[in-house]
């Protein structure tokens, strides 16, 4: 059974950084990361690839998200710059059986989530 554990959601002010990790217990995975905001669906957010070559954001994160990954670690990390209120959401991050997805459903494992909230 896979096991993901995400941390280091909070409240940071708009223009602010955060780092998120997800700690899992393998590594030969693709992750993403996932987030929903409340009265909202399930958005995709980011995805890598289990070495970590390649990597895929959603436009309205692109240049601002990176995800990154420490096999050795069995880490998966968001790191988000200059965030908006429109970032407010529980994130999540999904391990997938069968490489890198947007699609929710595609991904067979998920964390518990950790809130990311960001005033204005």
């Known amino acids: 059974q896979v096991q993901l554990v995400e941390s280091g959601g909070g409240l940071v002010q708009a223009g602010g950084s955060l780092r998120i990790s997800c700690a899992a217990s393998?590594?030969?995975?693709?992750m993403g990361w996932f987030r929903q905001a409340p009265g909202k669906e399930r958005e995709f957010v980011a995805h890598?690839?289990?070495?970590?070559?390649?990597?895929n954001y959603v436009d309205s994160v692109k240049g601002r998200f990176t995800i990154s990954r420490d096999n050795a670690k069995k880490m998966v990390y968001l790191q988000m710059n200059s965030l908006k209120p429109e970032d407010t959401a529980v994130y999540y991050c999904?391990?997938?059986?069968?490489?890198?997805?947007?699609?929710?459903?595609?991904?067979?494992?998920w964390g518990q989530g950790t809130q990311v909230t960001v005033s204005a």
């Open positions: 999904a391990a997938s059986l069968i490489g890198p997805s947007r699609i929710p459903t595609d991904y067979a494992y």
């Open positions: 393998v590594a030969n995975y693709a």
């Open positions: 890598i690839t289990w070495a970590g070559f390649r990597t």
